[in-house]
């Protein structure tokens, strides 16, 4: 295992008015078991608790309680260890805008124990791998959003770490730099480096990670793979608006083909195993009780009804 974690929890106290404070649990309890060699996700909402999760695994942030090791190495009384074996890229990225992005990675080498010229052949090396050599000597606020997530990147592993941490690693990113980015991740795991990245995109933690774990207020709620997840829930779902919803939801319940059914916002969604041959049957039940349908439409189970699922709410509302 790269990481394991055990009921690891975090408290802050953040200050209210009239010099009060309020004791807030960012993170509840939490257990993580990641693979050596595996791309790991932790997906959730905004303030959900998977940046300070991450922060305290990577000895940013010191847990309030429980336990943790990365690499092998006990995040509290090994920390200086854990560093020496991981990758950090945050949501802001850490390049020096007002500096060429060679820069940046031969800094950050050199401040790792690199002589000078084995910063300059580790920097060319990865201007090289992450196709950012003919903008080296650009200064970053001149770059892409997309180029400065490469550079961001490329400084996470000057030191050849055996984990890197990818807190939100394309939030700005237009779709075609998102893929590009997806390649450079899937080829790190390709290569033999473990990452654990963090996102509130359902098609990037389902087309990008081999597990992941879905957090919401500081706990995990489900983990395993995208495909187990989804399966857990129906492999078809069929969202409807009707008239007389309260009725529909009534007759749908009855229909001993469909698994579940769940009401938000005015919609009605059934999770059914086989949603091309249960939709006709649907029709027909709803059309034997006078009920007029305003919409239907049927897709493929998602991330984001696993989270409907574990929650009660929408992660695309809750995000």
Not at 103 to 109: M, N, R, V
Request: contains cysteine.
């Amino acid at each position: 295992m790269i990481i394991e974690a055990h009921d690891l929890r975090k408290t802050f106290t953040a200050k209210r008015g009239r010099g009060k404070t309020e004791q807030v649990e960012a993170v509840r309890g939490i257990d993580l078991a990641v693979e050596t060699g595996e791309i790991f996700a932790a997906l959730g909402p905004n303030g959900a608790g998977k940046t300070t999760t991450v922060r305290m695994l990577a000895t940013f942030t010191v847990p309030t309680s429980g336990s943790a090791k990365v690499a092998g190495y006990d995040v509290v009384s090994q920390a200086a260890k854990v560093r020496e074996s991981i990758g950090y890229v945050s949501q802001a990225g850490g390049v020096d805008d007002n500096a060429p992005g060679l820069d940046s990675l031969i800094l950050t080498a050199r401040l790792a124990g690199m002589s000078l010229k084995q910063a300059k052949a580790r920097a060319d090396e990865l201007l090289t791998t992450f196709s950012l050599s003919d903008i080296a000597n650009r200064e970053a606020k001149t770059l892409s959003g997309g180029q400065k997530r490469r550079f961001a990147l490329a400084i996470g592993l000057v030191t050849r770490p055996p984990l890197v941490f990818l807190d939100e690693p394309t939030t700005g990113l237009d779709p075609q730099n998102r893929a590009n980015l997806w390649d450079e991740v899937r080829k790190l795991r390709d290569e033999g480096t473990s990452v654990l990245l963090t996102t509130h995109y359902l098609d990037e933690a389902d087309a990008l990670c081999d597990r992941l774990v879905i957090i919401d207020n500081g706990k995990i709620v489900a983990e395993g793979t995208p495909g187990e997840l989804k399966k857990e829930v129906a492999g078809d779902v069929v969202t409807l608006k009707l008239k007389g919803s309260d009725e529909a939801e009534d007759v749908l319940k009855a229909q001993p083909y469909i698994k579940e059914v769940r009401a938000e916002d005015g919609l009605l969604r059934a999770y059914l195993d086989d949603g091309e041959h249960g939709l006709p049957m649907m029709l027909r039940a709803l059309e034997e009780r006078n009920l007029t349908l305003e919409s239907i439409s049927l897709d493929r189970a998602t991330l984001d009804d696993v989270f409907l699922k574990h929650t009660g709410r929408s992660l695309r509302d809750a995000a």
